[in-house]
C-alpha cells in the first residue's frame, strides 16, 4: 500500500485564549469600558463598605430643625423635607438601588436561562405553547400592571417589589436563551449526547448551558442596567421603595413636588446623576463584553 | 398574505380575553367594590348587602366577569368615586390629550431620527456618524423619567421658555387661535423631551439598515448605470431602509404608553398617565382597571398592526 505523502500540519501548541483572558483583554482595550469598570469597582465597594458604618434609621430620622438646608460643611448635599442628610440617603439609597437591581437581575436570569432553554432545547409544539405565553407577557403594559399590583399587594415589601418586577421582566433574556438553545440541540455534540442516552436535562443544564454562559452573562449585565433605571423610574413615582428606605429613586422623587425640582436642586440633582452614571457605566461594561463574545467585533 | 393577517389575528383574540381576565382579577385583588365609592358610610349594612345582592357583587366570579365584559363592550366601564361620573366619559375627556401628545412626539421622534439615521449611516464612521452615534449610546442609557425631569427644570423653570405644567392657559375660549397655540405650546417640551429618547431606536435602526443596503448588489448596478449618488440615496436605498422603520410604527404606540405615565406625571399634563396615577394614589379602582384594560389592547393592536405592516414590506415573514 502506497503511502500517501500528507505533511503533518502544524499544530499550534500554544492553547487557545481563555474566555477570562478574551474579556479581560477587551476591557483593558477599550478605555471607556475600563474607566467605567474602576468606576463601579469603586462605587460598589464604597456605597456597601460605607454603609457598614452608617446608620440608616439615623439618617432617614426627620430632623425639623434643619429642613430644606442647602449643601454646607455639616451636610455635604444638604437636606430634604424631613431634615434629612442627602448625602447619607445617596450612599444608601445607591447602595438600595444597586441590590435590588442585582436581584432583580439575578431572579429574571434565573428564569428566563431555566424556561428558555426547556423551551429552545425541546422545540416543536412545546416550544411554540411556551412562546405563546411569552409573547403575552410581552406586550402587557408593563408599567401599569407592576404599578398597580405593588398599590394592591397586601404587606408590601421589598422583597414583594422585587418579586412583583420579576414577574413581568423575565420574557427578555428567555427570548435570547431560546433562540441559542434552538441553534445549539442541532449541534453535532448534543446529538452525539442524545444517541448516547443521556437523559434530557443532563444534556440541557451540563451541556447546553456552558456553551451559552457567555451570552448569559452579557444579556444580564445589560439587563442590570435596565433594571436600576426601572427600580429608579417605579421608586421615582413612588412605587417601589417607601421614603424610608431611600433608593436613587426616592431622592428623585422629591423633584415630583415643583418647588423641590424649581429651588432646591441638590435634593434630586445628585440621585439623577448617580442613576446615569451607573445605567452608563453598567452598558458600557456589557457592550465590551458583548464584544468579546462576538469575534468578528473584539477590538483587542 | 391573507392567511398571515388571519393567523395573526386568531392569535390577537386569545390575547385579549387573558388581557381581560388578568385586568379583572387585579380588580378582584382591590380593596373595596362598586359600591364602597357610591354610598353614605352612614347607611345601614343591611341595605348594603342587599344592594350588593342586587348588583350581582355576591355571585360567583365567573358571572361577575361575564357581567363586567360585557358592560365593558357595551362602553359601560363603572363609575368614578372621584369626580362621581361614569369612567368612559373621564377617559373621553382625557384621551384627547394624551391623543396630541403622542401624535406630536411621533412625529418629532420621525423628524429627529430620519435624517440623523440617514446621515450616520450614509457617512458611516466619519466625525458626523460618531457624534450621533454618541448621542444614541448616551440616549440609550438615560431613562425617560431623568432625562423629562432635568429638561423641566432647564427648560421650565430655569429659563422660563416653556410653560410648566397643564394642557393649555386657563381663561381661554376653546376653539380660539390663542387656545390652539396655548395647547401647542404646554405640548412642545414633554413631546420633545419624550422624542430625543424613544427616537434613538430609530435612529439606530435607520443607520444599520442604511449600511446593509449600501452594500447590496442592486445598489452597485445603479452607480455601475451611472446614477448621481443623490439618486442612488434618495431614491434606491433610502425606499429600501425606511420600509422596515415604518413596520415598527406599531411597536413605538406600546413604548409611548410607558413613557406617557412618566412624562405626563412630570409635566402634570392631565391625560391617560396622569389619570391612571391620580387614580391609583385615591384608589379609584374602577378607573385604574379601565385605563389598563385600554392600554393593554392598545399594546396588543400596536404589535398586530406592526406584524401586519411587517409581513407586507418582509415577505420572508409570511412563510411560515
Known sequence: MEHTNINVIDIDTEKAPSM????????????????????????????????????????????LFAINQPPSSEFWLGTDYGGRDIFGQLIIGTRNSLSIGILVTLMTGIIGVVYGLVSGYYGGTIDNMMMRIVDFFLILPFLMIVIVFVAIVPKYSIWSFSLIMTAFLWMGITRIIRSKALQERELDYAQASKTLGTPDWKIMFTQVLPNLSSIIIVTMTLNLAANIGLESGLSFLGFGFPESTPSLGTLLGYARNPQTLELRWWIWLPAAVMVFLLMLAVRNVGEALKRATDARQRRG | MWKFIVRRLLITMPQIILLSVLVFIMAQMMPGDALSGLIDPNIDPAAMEEQREKLGLNDPWYEQYADWITAALQGDLGQSFRFKMPVEELISQRLVNTFWLSLVTLIFTYIIAIPLGIISGRYNDTLRDQLISGYTYIGFATPLFIFALVMLWLFGYTLGWFPTGGSVEPGLDPGSFAYIMSKFNHLLLPAI????????????YLRSEIIDTKQKDFIITARAKGAPESRVYNKHILRNSLLPIAAYFGFEITGLIGGTVFIETIYS????????????????????????????????????????????????????
Do not use: C, H
Not at chain 1, 50 to 55: P, Q, R
Not at chain 2, 196 to 201: C, D, G, M, Q
Open chain 1, 20 to 63: 477570562t483572558s478574551i474579556i479581560w483583554r477587551e476591557i483593558v482595550r477599550d478605555k471607556i469600558a475600563l474607566l467605567s469598570l474602576i468606576f463601579l469597582v469603586i462605587i460598589t465597594a464604597f456605597v456597601y463598605g460605607i454603609s457598614l458604618f452608617l446608620n440608616q434609621e439615623e439618617i432617614v430620622k426627620v430632623d
Open chain 2, 193 to 204: 423631551s419624550m422624542a430625543l429618547i424613544t427616537t434613538v431606536n430609530t435612529v439606530q
Open chain 2, 269 to 320: 399634563y392631565p391625560g391617560m398617565g396622569l389619570l391612571f396615577m391620580e387614580s391609583v394614589l385615591q384608589r379609584d379602582y374602577s378607573v385604574v382597571t379601565s385605563v389598563v384594560l385600554l392600554f393593554g389592547i392598545a399594546s396588543v393592536l400596536g404589535a398586530l398592526l406592526s406584524d401586519i405592516i411587517l409581513s407586507l414590506v418582509d415577505p420572508r415573514i409570511r412563510i411560515k
